[in-house]
């Protein structure tokens, strides 16, 4: 049974990369190769820079994630240590699939040297996550509010009056959670770890911080896509909200298919080919670029690690 469990993730996301490939070629069995360098070389210089800072944008947000985390555990560790750890988490989660290399796996092995236990790491962690779903779930409710026409991209039965009323619903859940913060809820407490609703301050700023990183991810994509048939920056990012859940949902590594899927078919009016383009951008700048500076920083920390661990060794049994 536990041998099942290990691979059942790994097969889901397996799945799911050749069920979403199989209908993108059906979506795009038409198109060419050349098709496709002409709509990256179609995009200009400024919304590459536009892009790339947009990207920054998102990562900086992202190691805001943990800053807050870190603060509700009453930890204070260095800006820049947050950063890198942060960055290096995400950008191998990211694109490697979390069911294969857990960001939380990165975050023990550096903040453990920084004197937090395993169980504060576990609630860091979750407390991560949570700040990403409230942000996506923020941001769900105001595209539904705006955009309810929305709907119709992903489900042509769904009535607006249905997306308003879903919408209204998801904000004021989020508004009942600032409530909760406000009155503060009892702490939950285990044998490994003590689990405490977040300060009022905290609330906020989880609410300001994790919307900022969605709309900077969503950017990418928005300014990488062509100008012709865009629907605009809000439907952008409602498409991207719906197809980054079902990448993760899915498990599969780097929403590997079903990114594309999703996109393409959600925006009818626009080019295939310019779509893939600008989520090739999206992939090299938010997935393949950060990975490999990722691998660099473990490698750098592994080795950094290896050595202080040689020298105190070193030091406790000197040569005679």
């Not at 490939?21 to 536009?50: C, M, N, P, Q, T």
């Not at 905290?202 to 969605?214: D, K, N, T």
């Not at 393949?288 to 990722?294: H, K, N």
Request: glycine content about 8%.
């Amino acid at each position: 049974m536990k041998t099942a469990r290990k691979f059942i993730w790994p097969a889901i996301g397996l799945a799911a990369i050749v069920f979403s490939l199989y209908g993108l070629f059906h979506e795009l069995r038409d198109l060419s190769l050349g098709d496709f360098i002409a709509s990256i070389e179609a995009v200009s210089l400024k919304r590459w820079s536009l892009a790339a800072c947009a990207t920054l944008v998102a990562y900086a947000a992202l190691a805001a994630y943990d800053h807050l985390a870190l603060e509700h555990l009453g930890h204070r560790i260095s800006l820049w240590f947050i950063t890198v750890c942060s960055f290096t988490a995400y950008a191998l989660s990211h694109t490697v699939g979390a069911s294969v290399f857990s960001g939380a796996v990165v975050r023990y092995r550096a903040y453990e040297s920084k004197g937090l236990t395993a169980g504060e790491v576990g609630v860091l962690v979750a407390f991560c996550s949570f700040t990403f779903f409230l942000g996506t779930a923020m941001l769900f409710g105001v595209v539904l509010l705006v955009e309810p026409e929305i709907v119709s991209r992903f489900a042509s039965f769904l009535p607006v009056e249905a997306a308003i009323s879903t919408g209204v619903a998801i904000l004021g859940l989020i508004a009942l959670y600032l409530i909760g913060s406000l009155v503060g809820f009892r702490p939950i407490s285990t044998r490994w770890f003590r689990l405490e609703y977040p300060k009022p301050s905290l609330a906020m700023r989880q609410l300001v911080i994790a919307p900022i990183e969605l709309i900077g991810a969503a950017g990418i994509i928005y300014f990488a896509l062509p100008e012709a048939g865009n629907p605009g920056f809000l439907v952008i990012l409602g498409v991207f909200l719906a197809s980054f859940s079902a990448a993760l949902l899915s498990h599969a590594p780097g929403g590997l298919g079903v990114l594309e899927l999703v996109f393409i078919a959600a925006l009818p009016e626009m080019d295939p080919v310019g779509v893939l383009a600008g989520l090739a951008i999206f992939r090299l700048f938010y997935l393949i670029i950060p990975f490999f500076m990722a691998l660099g920083v473990v490698v750098v920390f592994e080795r950094a690690q290896y050595v202080r661990a040689r020298d105190k060794l070193q030091d406790g049994n000197p040569q005679v």
